[in-house]
């Protein structure tokens, strides 16, 4: 089953604008949630993570908000980049375990 | 500083045929994992590690082995190699299972014919 759920699968956005991906989670026990960016034939690099005692999280053009109540979290990149095309994973982790979306693929158009 | 290094980074194999992807990090971390990557489907568990001589099964653990005989070393074994197996592989490592950031690996492409 699919333990954390992302969208869109994927995002076009112009230079300048902002992106907004946003998943949301079903199991309570999850207690931190980390955003990863990952660049065609490389590994998945960790960009951004927050825990759920803070709603939000702001690092450059970067923010995570969380919304513990709703259990759903979402990466706004600000000003977004041609250099920020990329797939991003929203991800949770709990029980040992780090479970992640599906992805969604931005493309920041010039 | 290596990182997360795995080996090999291409990989063909026929059916039915077995194999062991191989995965190293050298910033020794108590926590190791296998994932694989299929278009549309994000990242998925195979299986992972807390610790050498402690393994455990992720969301999709079967057609494959896993041991954990050191910290460094954590290889995925398939034992007769099928067309769904057919995904790119990525190992992962952090300090602990919890809260911590985790570091992958390159990736090894693997093809099943």
């Known amino acids: 089953q699919q333990q954390v759920k992302q969208s869109p699968q994927s995002l076009i956005v112009q230079k300048g604008g902002i992106s907004i991906i946003n998943c949301a989670y079903e199991n309570t026990a999850f207690d931190y949630f980390p955003w990863y960016q990952q660049f065609p034939g490389k590994g998945p690099a960790l960009l951004i993570a927050i825990r759920p005692d803070v709603s939000e999280k702001k690092e450059g053009r970067f923010t995570i908000s969380f919304n513990k109540s709703a259990k759903q979290f979402s990466l706004h990149i600000m000003d977004s980049q041609p250099g920020d095309s990329a797939t991003y994973f929203c991800a949770a982790r709990g029980s040992e375990k780090l479970v992640f979306g599906k992805g969604t693929k931005l493309t920041v158009n010039p | 500083n290596a990182g997360v290094t795995q080996t090999p980074k291409f990989q063909v194999l026929k059916t039915g045929q077995s194999m062991t992807l191989q995965c190293a990090q050298d910033?020794?971390?108590?926590?190791m994992s296998w994932y694989r990557q299929d278009p549309g489907m994000g990242l998925r568990l195979i299986h992972y590690s807390v610790g050498a001589g402690i393994t455990d099964q992720g969301e999709v653990p079967n057609g494959y082995n896993v041991s954990r005989s050191t910290t460094e070393d954590f290889p995925l074994r398939l034992l007769s190699a099928a067309p769904s197996q057919t995904s790119v592989y990525f190992c992962a490592s952090s300090w602990t299972d919890t809260n911590t950031e985790a570091f992958f690996g390159q990736g090894t492409r693997l093809t099943v014919v």
């Open positions: 910033m020794n971390h108590e926590y």
